[in-house]
Structure formats: structure tokens, C-alpha cells
């Protein structure tokens, strides 16, 4: 009985302590990876000093982002080695990137690679280099587990993306008809991945249009299905419907074969594949360095990075492809290609949000937020028991000009973003303030290319994709496609390598 | 001033029924009995009443002021008696004690109410006006209050809840006094800060009352509590009926002492005593020790690792003397090893063999737990077994969760194995599966350990024979990807309970 009482009095003061008010924590947090200065160096055609040192090299790569550390893995693989890989960040990985603390690894952009079809053949044999592809099936452990995604709306959660609650009879028309148009130009086999392997002129038309007006011309008028036409066109192309192109917006519902088995995915998205790559070619990446002149010679390429010029046969140009006119002498200038600014936001919680009740997905994305919503970082581990995970933010700044919101990015300070980003998911975990700890926030001026309104089919755009016979520097940004994907990137990246291979081959 | 004071005395009522319901209805929730709860505190109460009126003579001066003390007290003992009465159940041996104390304390502050205030207002009205109105009142709010509680309260608010809202009104009551009657008295503004202390510390109990009522209110057992604690993991209750001790999780029954030899003897001995010679065993789950006293028959076992989450259950059933009189001290034997880790991480790590595998898992009720049952969990288990390896799996009930049982064969099966699958009748469970799985041909034993009381050698082929509700069903995989079994499971339980 004595411990009974003061087992009771313990419980007391327990619950007296629990009366005090609540307060939110301390939130920490900084903008992070910024690269800002070094664009704008470049954009200012800032004079750098002479190179002190030459090293040579048959190829070298710049950039290495997916496109690059692509190009390097189909050398490597093809057993060429004398090359090198020179990337501007601390990190290589560009869109693919990935950081770390002590709960989880977690992305810093990219997060998932749906499951390729067979006419995606280099990611196909990609995979089974990495060992999750084997005799045609795929490792279990990183396909995104269920349950993958929610969309809160109306107060409450439903399962999957599009909206499925609360539709009227016109909705469900007009969701349906969607459905069989996209199925149907799915079977043209006009719309695939690469994009380049089925693209012809039939349905060029469609790129002078945008993908709303090409919706108002299918008299869809629904407030929901804009919604989600909208949604689409921001997570992938981070643009709105009104400023996407109509073939760009069919591609998106129509290049793949729908499939239940959910997209690839890893705790920290495709930084998974960024990390087994630089397994592979890591020791040919050289980190912190900005190329910023290229210059076509007698005999090759020179390259100027820090104070060395890489003397160089052919070089591989991975980066973003609007760079190309403030780096290359004599180069064009290029007026088709726009990009999308981003921002991204990774949010440490101490524990997990109160969610209604609902049992945590991998994506959630909250109807009519401007934002995308988030990825949780831990969906993919293999314990059972949470209680802490990391939360990566997307918002992809679609309303406005890409020139105002990269602006915008530039203005705004960090808690400015901080509280957008808290404001936004406050919606529906309302105790957010309580359990987070720290919100780092990248901020990406030039994150993706946009397939605006006659891009896809642009005569800029296909004279790079093509490479000159004569070339020094072959093209391999998945800009070139107009559609920023990991495997644009990736089948760029490897024609690039295999151009520069042929070149070289040919030479000895 | 008039209608305003009577709108008190309706209000003081209804607070005063409330605190005597909310008492009662506890008491009836967590000893259970409530006839007897009810005529017993409805006793005691109007008991301590009478004692509270006879009392009252004894106040002589300062009627107003102690009046609203007394309004105070009854605020914050009525207003926190729920809530400090479901903590007193979770954490003292002295619920009743403490149950009847708050009650007599009650009703002896409720049954000073009514004589004071008559006597407050005595000098304003004809005596038989005053006792007309005051009982008039006293009676409608006593009628407001039983009908809103079970109506309106209860569901809405809950039971911590309810006590802390008449417990504001107690205090509004009060507060409101010292300005009805401010002629009377001397110094209000002591009471008033005492009034507002009370009114704000009712308010936060009130948004802060979720907390108690998830602990307590939500696990409401019939028999006797002998344990309960939220650990880091999960919600653990031990119950006891007479000889009955019986473990619940997160408030899934894990078994009951009195049959569960039946279970434990049907998880291990089919399996274990068909291994030539089984050195090397791993138990994952399975922290209550059982499968672990099951498998110590076996005298030629030299280890036995058991990888549970909960370091607060393996503890538990390492020293509290009633289960480890239930486990024979299992987990006390040097052959034992206790690791509390997660256990799907754990398996990955680990790269040790073993003869014998249990898999002894809660059903998959969420998509946690539903990582366990997968393809890919059980090639990863797989990967541990020796050459003459089996493995056992918990596979829940073939009879009300048929689609599940051969959800989780169908899985085993596309992992690789060849298996087995086969069930037992458990009273308190009702028929129960489970499914053996090895790389190579199951024989079942010739032989078994001395001193079973259930699984005998005639008896095992009629366990691996399943009649028609409960005969094979084509089911795919459940896989990572899918947790087509989350989704089963809950579709198989929602028909039984229909």
C-alpha cells in the first residue's frame, strides 16, 4: 500500500507536469547547398585567373549530376578509365543528391525512378549492375512499400493521388475520358521512355499547344481533374498546366504502362543510385570544381577549372545545357531552353506528427496546397517501430515567372520559408511546431528544364541531342529531352559516353 | 436576483449528480459490477451528505465566503476526481480506498451546499418560498444533469472530461457568488484570484485530458489488473481472474495461463522434435518466455536467442513471480540469450545458423507489423536456417482469418520453402494456424519430449488435416509492396465481427 501511494503521488506530480503549456520547440535550420554565388560568377562573366597546371586526359566529363556519373559508369563499364569527371558542387549527384543525420539518409530532390519498361534499356541493365534486377525480377526491398500515397482532402485522407472522394457525375466523366485518351495515345507508342525513342512528327501539334488549352478543348472543365492535371504538371516539370506543353502533359499520363508495383525507391531517393555509382566511378569526380571556360582547340578540348586546364580529346558536357553559352567560346545563344525554380526542405521530427489517425505513406500531398507536399525519408525501413524520421518538403514555384520566383528565392530569407513550409503543413498535422527540430531548405534557381509550349519539338533543342560527327563536346543533360527524369539523364548520358567512346576508338 | 440565484442552486445540483455519476460509471467500468458500484456509491454519497447538512450548524459566521470555498473545493476535487481516480486504478493497489475517500469528501462539500445557501438567502424570502424555490431548483438541475450525462457528456466529452466541465462550473458558480452577493462580504479579491487559479487549472486539465483517458479509458478489462504500463513500444496489460493470468498487448489477447500450453506446445514440438539434432535456436518475438520453456525440453540444445523489441516484456517475464512460475523461469537458463532489437534489421545483420527458427509475431494488424509476413522478411530468415533447418510461423487463425492463414502459407511458399501448414484448437483463441517451413521434406517426429500435456505422437497427422472451412484458398504473396495481408487480415476480422 506505501508504494502503491507514492507510486500514485509520482503520478500526480506526472500529470500536473503535463498541465503545463505547451511550447513549440526550437527550430533550427539554414539554407544549404546554395550555389547561387557560383552561377551568378559565371552569369557575370566574372575574369578568372590563368591555369597554373595542364593535366591531360582523353575525356573528361563536366558535370555530375545523373547525366555525368552516367556517362562515367558506361566508360568505366566499357572498360575506358583515363577520364575525369569535374563537378562544381561539394557533393556530385545534381538533382540526385542526398543527405544524412543520425535518424536517416534522406534526398535532396529526386526520390524515386518508376519501374522501367523494356524500352528503357540502359536503366534496365543499370539495375542489374546494381543488383536490385535479377532474371527480370525486382529486389522486393526497394520498391515502395505500401501504403505509397495520400491525398488529404475535404478533412480526411483517401488512399492514391487523384481524387476519388466526393467526385460528381461530370468529375468522373471527365476523369474517365481523360483516362481512355491518355490510353489511347499510350498506344500509339508516340510517348516513351527515352522520349526520344518514339517521338515523330504526328503529334507535333500538340507542342504548340498547352496542356490546359488542349484540356478546354477536351471540355474539361472539372475543378478536380485541373487540380490533378495541374499537380502532375508541377511534380514533374515544376510548371503549371497553362505554361507546360499539351505533348509534354500527354507524355506524362501516357509513356508508361500502368503497373501496381510502385516506382524504385530508398531512404534517401535516388541518392541511392548517385552512391552505388560513385562506388563505381567515384574515384574519377573531383568536387569543387567549377568549370568556367571550355575552349575548342587544334587537337581537342581545354577545359579550365580552379587554376588547371584539363587538356582533353572530347569532353562530355553533362551540365546543365543553359550553361553552355557562358562556359563555351563561341557558342550560340540559346532561347529554348527555360527552367523551373524548386525549392526542397528537409525537416528533422523529433517524433511523428499527428496525423488523424491515419498510419504513415510514403508520399502525402494535401489538395489545393501550392506546394507538392512531402516524402517520408523512414517509409522504406524495414523496422517496425518509428519514432523519430526525416520529412523532404517539395514546392516546386509554378505560379509566376520562373525569372520573379528565382527572385523570390534569392529575397527571402530562411525563416521566411520556414514558416511557408510550416504554415502549409499545419493544415493537417497541426502539432507540427511541436515535433520538429530542424528545417534545412535548398534552394534550386535552375532545378529542372521545362517542356514550355513548343520545347518538346524545338530546333535548338534537337540540334544538341544530335551530336555532329566532327564534335569535341557531346551533349548529355537530360535537358535535352525538355523533360528533367532520371532516365533522360541516365540514356544521355550513356549515348554521350558512347559517342565519345566511338570518337576515340576511331582515332587510335 | 432572484432567477439568478436559483439559476446557482440548478447549477450546484446538476454538478453535485454529475460527480456521483461519474464515480459510479468508473467504478462500474474498471472493477466492473455496477449494480453493486452504483447502490454502493449512491449509498455512500448521500451518506456523506447527510453528514455534510449536519455540518453545516456548525458554520455560524461568514456564510457567503465559505459558501464559496466550499464552491472552490468541490471545483477542484469533483472537477480532477476522474481523472485522479483512473490514475489511482493504473498505479495503486488502493483504487476502492481511494474511490470511497473522494465520494464521502464530495458529498460532504455537496451536502453543505443547500443548507448554507437556504440560510444565505433566508433574510429575502419567506421561508417557505426559500425551501419551495431551492428544492424547486435543486430537483430540475439534478434532472438536467442525468440526462445529459449519459446523452451528451459521456460520448462527447468522456468521462475526465465531464468531471472537469462541472468542475468549471462549480468554480463559475463561485466566482459568480462573490459578485451576487459582494455586499456581504469583505474581501473579494483573495477569491477571486482563487477562483480564476481554479478555473484556468480546470481549463488546461480539460485540453490536457486525452492524455488519461487514451491510458485509461481505452483499456477497459473485466477482470482484475495486475500490471499495466505503456512502454516505449507498446501497451501492456497483465489481468487476472482467479487462476486465469492473461497478457494483452496494445489490447490483443497473447494468451491465457490456462491454455496456453495448447499453443505454446503446438508452436514448437511438431517442428523442433522432427531436427536430428537441434543445437542452435532462434525465437523472434515471443517475449513472454513460453515458446522459450517449450524449447528448454529439448536437454542436447545448447542456445537459444530471442530477439524481442520490448526490453520492458523480456524484463517483466524474467522476474515478476507469477510468470515466471508460468515460464519456469525460461528466460533465467544460461542457455538463453535476450536481445531486444527490432527484428527485421536484426535478421539482415545477423549471420549466425540455427536449427530451429520460431517466428512468433502479433497478427498483422497494421502495416508495421505487416512487414514481418513478407517474402522478403522471410528470405531474409531463411538465409539463417542450417542444412537440417525449420522454421515455425504464428499464422493467426485459419477458421476466422482463413484468407490470411493462407495469405501467409502462400508467402512462406514463394520465399523459397516448402511447407506445412497445420492448426490446433486454443479455447481462448479458437482454432489457431501454423505453417512449417524448410528448404527440404518435413518429417513429422516419432517421438516427442516427456511431460507434454497437449501434442502427442498419434495426434500429429490429424493436425496437418484441414477440413472445408478452413481448406486451402489461392492467395498471392504478401510482399512489401503490397501488404495485401494488412488489408486481408482486416477484411477476415470484419466479417467475423459482423
Known amino acids: 500500500m506505501k508504494v502503491g501511494r507514492r507510486k500514485f503521488l509520482g503520478a500526480g506530480s506526472a500529470a500536473l507536469v503535463g498541465l503545463s503549456l505547451k511550447t513549440d520547440r526550437p527550430i533550427a535550420g539554414s539554407f544549404v547547398n546554395d550555389n547561387f554565388q557560383m552561377g551568378h560568377l559565371l552569369r557575370d562573366r566574372t575574369s578568372f585567373p590563368p591555369a597554373k597546371h595542364v593535366e591531360k586526359f582523353p575525356a573528361v566529363i563536366v558535370g555530375g549530376g545523373i547525366a555525368g ?440 | 436576483m432572484g432567477v439568478l440565484l436559483f439559476i446557482s442552486v440548478l447549477l450546484v445540483a446538476a454538478c453535485g449528480l454529475i460527480y456521483e455519476l461519474v464515480a459510479g460509471t468508473l467504478a462500474s467500468y474498471l472493477v466492473g459490477d455496477s449494480v453493486f458500484q452504483f447502490s454502493t456509491i449512491i449509498g455512500t454519497y448521500l451518506f456523506a451528505m447527510g453528514i455534510g447538512s449536519a455540518l453545516s450548524r456548525f458554520l455560524n459566521r461568514g456564510l457567503v465566503y465559505r459558501f464559496v470555498w466550499i464552491e472552490l473545493l468541490l471545483g477542484v476535487i469533483g472537477g480532477f476526481s476522474s481523472a485522479a481516480l483512473m490514475l489511482a486504478f493504473a498505479f495503486t493497489q488502493g483504487f476502492e480506498l481511494i474511490l470511497y475517500a473522494v465520494v464521502i469528501i464530495m458529498g460532504v462539500l455537496v451536502g453543505l451546499e443547500i443548507p448554507l445557501l437556504m440560510r444565505i438567502v433566508r433574510d429575502r424570502y419567506e421561508f417557505r418560498d426559500v425551501i419551495a424555490h431551492v428544492l424547486t431548483f435543486d430537483y430540475l438541475g439534478a434532472l438536467g444533469a442525468s440526462l445529459l450525462f449519459p446523452i451528451l457528456l459521456v460520448p462527447r466529452l468522456g468521462l475526465v472530461r465531464s468531471a472537469m466541465l462541472f468542475g468549471i462550473i462549480n468554480a463559475g458558480v463561485a466566482l459568480w457568488t462573490t459578485y451576487l452577493f459582494s455586499t456581504q462580504l469583505s474581501s473579494k479579491r483573495g477569491l477571486r484570484i482563487a477562483c480564476m487559479v481554479v478555473l484556468c487549472s480546470l481549463g488546461a486539465g480539460m485540453l490536457e485530458a486525452r492524455k488519461i483517458t487514451a491510458v485509461a479509458e481505452d483499456n477497459i478489462y473485466a477482470d482484475d489488473i495486475i500490471f499495466a504500463r505503456d512502454t516505449r513500444y507498446q501497451h501492456l496489460v497483465l489481468t487476472r481472474f482467479k487462476d486465469d493470468l492473461r497478457l494483452f498487448l496494445n489490447s490483443h489477447l497473447q494468451f491465457s495461463s490456462r491454455d496456453e500450453y495448447r499453443y505454446h506446445e503446438a508452436l514448437i514440438h511438431p517442428g523442433l522434435a522432427s531436427v536430428p539434432t537441434p543445437r542452435h535456436v532462434l525465437v523472434l518475438g515471443g517475449g513472454d518466455g513460453l515458446a522459450v520453456r517449450e524449447i528448454l525440453k529439448y536437454p542436447q540444445i545448447e542456445s537459444i536467442t530471442l530477439v524481442d523489441l520490448d526490453p520492458e516484456m523480456t524484463k517483466l517475464f524474467s522476474t515478476h513471480p507469477m510468470l515466471t512460475k508460468l515460464n519456469d523461469k525460461s528466460f533465467l537458463s544460461p542457455k538463453v540469450h535476450i536481445v531486444n532489437a527490432d527484428a527485421f534489421p536484426w535478421v539482415d545483420s545477423n549471420t549466425d545458423s540455427f536449427d530451429f527458427i520460431v517466428i512468433d509475431f502479433p497478427d498483422p494488424t497494421n502495416y508495421s507489423l505487416g512487414k514481418l509476413y513478407t517474402t522478403a522478411f522471410y528470405r531474409a530468415a531463411a538465409r539463417h536456417l542450417s542444412a537440417q533447418g525449420l522454421m515455425v510461423v504464428q499464422s493467426t487463425s485459419p477458421m476466422f482469418a482463413r484468407d490470411s492463414f493462407w495469405c501467409i502459407a502462400e508467402t512462406l511458399k514463394q520465399s523459397g520453402m516448402q511447407i506445412y501448414p497445420y492448426h490446433v484448437y486454443v479455447p481462448s483463441f479458437g482454432e489457431w494456424g501454423f505453417v512449417l517451413a524448410a528448404t527440404h521434406e518435413y518429417i513429422p517426429p516419432t517421438t516427442l519430449p516427456g511431460g507434454l500435456r497437449f501434442i502427442n505422437v498419434e495426434g500429429l497427422p490429424a493436425l496437418f488435416q484441414f477440413p472445408p472451412d478452413m481448406a486451402p484458398l489461392p492467395m498471392p504473396p504478401n510482399q512489401l509492396n503490397s501488404q495485401i495481408l494488412v488489408r486481408t487480415y482486416e477484411n477476415d476480422w470484419k466479417d467475423i465481427s459482423h
Open chain 1, 69 to 508: 556519373l552516367s556517362a562515367a559508369w558506361r566508360l568505366r563499364k566499357r572498360g575506358f578509365t583515363d577520364f575525369v569527371l569535374l563537378e562544381m558542387n561539394g557533393q556530385a549527384g545534381g538533382n540526385a543528391r542526398w543527405g544524412e543525420n543520425e535518424i536517416t539518409a534522406y534526398p535532396w530532390a529526386a526520390h524515386y525512378v518508376p519501374v522501367p519498361g523494356v524500352k528503357a534499356e540502359f536503366v534496365r541493365e543499370l539495375f542489374e549492375d546494381l543488383g536490385i534486377l535479377k532474371n527480370g525480377q525486382w529486389d522486393e526491398r526497394v520498391l515502395c512499400f505500401a501504403p505509397q500515397e495520400r491525398l488529404f482532402l475535404y478533412g480526411r485522407w483517401q488512399e492514391g493521388l487523384e481524387p476519388a472522394i466526393g467526385l460528381t457525375q461530370k468529375d468522373r466523366e471527365q476523369f474517365q475520358k481523360l483516362e481512355d485518351l491518355f490510353a489511347k495515345f499510350r498506344a500509339t507508342g508516340e510517348f516513351t521512355i527515352p522520349l526520344e525513342l518514339g517521338r515523330s512528327a504526328k503529334f507535333q501539334d500538340l507542342d504548340h499547344l498547352s496542356f490546359s488549352g488542349w484540356l478546354q478543348q477536351q471540355g474539361c472543365d472539372s475543378r478536380l481533374v485541373n487540380w490533378y492535371m495541374n499537380y502532375a504538371c508541377r511534380d514533374d516539370y515544376g510548371a503549371l498546366a497553362k505554361d507546360t506543353s499539351a505533348w509534354a502533359g500527354i507524355h506524362y499520363f501516357s509513356s508508361r504502362e500502368i503497373e501496381e508495383k510502385g516506382p524504385l525507391t530508398w531512404p534517401e531517393g535516388n541518392g541511392w543510385i548517385t552512391r552505388r555509382l560513385l562506388e563505381r566511378v567515384g574515384e574519377k569526380v573531383r568536387t569543387n570544381q567549377m568549370v568556367y571556360r571550355i575552349a575548342e582547340t587544334q587537337h581537342g578540348v581545354s577545359i579550365f577549372a580552379g587554376d588547371t586546364e584539363f587538356q582533353a580529346e572530347f569532353a562530355i558536357f553533362a551540365a546543365p545545357t543553359f550553361l553552355a553559352p557562358y562556359l563555351i567560346e563561341n557558342f550560340p545563344r540559346l532561347d529554348d531552353f527555360v527552367y523551373s525554380p524548386w525549392l526542397t526542405a528537409n525537416l528533422t521530427l523529433e517524433r511523428i506528427p499527428d496525423s488523424r489517425g491515419a498510419e504513415p505513406t510514403w508520399d502525402t500531398v494535401f489538395l489545393d496546397s501550392p506546394t507538392l507536399g512531402y516524402v517520408d525519408a523512414m517509409h522504406q525501413t524495414l523496422r517496425t517501430h518509428i519514432e523519430r524520421t526525416v520529412w523532404t518538403f517539395y514546392w516546386a514555384l509554378a505560379e509566376g515567372t520562373p525569372a520573379q520566383n528565382r527572385q523570390l528565392l534569392l529575397d527571402k530569407d530562411w525563416t521566411y520559408w520556414k514558416e511557408a513550409i510550416l504554415r502549409d503543413l499545419e493544415r493537417v498535422h497541426s502539432d507540427i511546431r511541436q515535433c520538429v527540430s530542424r528545417i534545412d531548405v535548398m534552394r534550386m534557381g535552375h532545378a529542372m528544364i521545362r517542356p514550355a509550349v513548343g520545347s518538346v519539338f524545338s530546333q535548338e533543342r534537337l540540334r544538341f541531342a544530335q551530336p555532329r560527327r566532327e564534335a569535341r563536346i557531346f551533349f548529355a543533360n537530360s535537358d535535352l529531352s525538355a523533360i528533367s527524369i532520371f532516365e533522360e539523364a541516365q540514356y544521355h548520358g550513356v549515348l554521350a559516353a558512347q559517342s565519345a567512346l566511338d570518337r576515340l576508338h576511331g582515332h587510335r
